[in-house]
């Protein structure tokens, strides 16, 4: 069997296997049955009034994290999410910024700009604010689940399906050797 015969056989096989790769977030139960899976950013961005106290899957890049009084303020431009509820990095995709709010303390410095998150929140209606010199209406939300994507690897946009490479080496020398290591990634 030549080696590109293998190749496609291992990787033919980690794809059919299915599901090798699964989200490191995870909803908790108490949360699944609240939220609404139909609920979308783009609707509550134009009527949060109509949506206060429902609850939706929200990602984004931190753009600002404030210590308030009664909690912790982060300023999050809103990007898509993928079928593991990780933001998309593609800032154009974005549909416009939102308020999270969190009533413990959460340290501002675990938030630095370009932190990637997920939450859970449940709508509380607008905040407003400015942006930049304009008026500007913040949808809010409160936050019930957050996750900090920490590795910067799973956050980057990506085709999808398995991807494998092909590493060679050789040497000179009073000996020949070479080498090739072959590597398959979901």
């Known amino acids: 069997m030549k080696l590109r015969d293998l190749i496609g056989c291992l990787v033919l096989?980690?794809?059919?296997a299915?599901?090798?790769?699964?989200?490191p977030m995870e909803i908790p139960e108490t949360l699944q049955n609240q939220i609404d899976p139909t609920l979308t950013f783009s609707q509550v961005m134009h009527h949060p009034e109509s949506y206060q106290g429902k609850m939706l899957v929200l990602g984004?890049?931190?753009?600002?994290?404030k210590r308030l009084a009664e909690g912790t303020r982060l300023e999050v431009l809103q990007l898509p999410l993928?079928?593991?509820q990780r933001p998309l990095v593609t800032r154009t995709d974005s549909q416009g910024r939102?308020?999270?709010i969190e009533n413990a303390f959460l340290d501002p410095a675990m938030f630095p700009p370009n932190t990637l998150i997920?939450?859970?929140g449940e709508v509380t209606g607008?905040?407003?604010g400015k942006l930049d010199e304009m008026d500007y209406q913040f949808p809010a939300v409160v936050i019930k689940h957050l996750y900090v994507w920490k590795d910067p690897i799973l956050t980057q946009e990506s085709n999808a399906g398995p991807w494998y490479s092909i590493f060679g080496g050789g040497s000179t020398g009073g000996r020949v050797g070479g080498g090739v290591g072959v590597g398959i990634g979901f």
């Open 13 to 16: 096989g980690l794809a059919n």
């Open 18 to 23: 299915g599901g090798c790769a699964s989200s």
């Open 60 to 65: 984004g890049e931190v753009l600002s994290a």
């Open 82 to 84: 993928d079928e593991y």
């Open 98 to 100: 939102f308020l999270a």
């Open 118 to 120: 997920t939450i859970v």
């Open 126 to 128: 607008t905040v407003a």
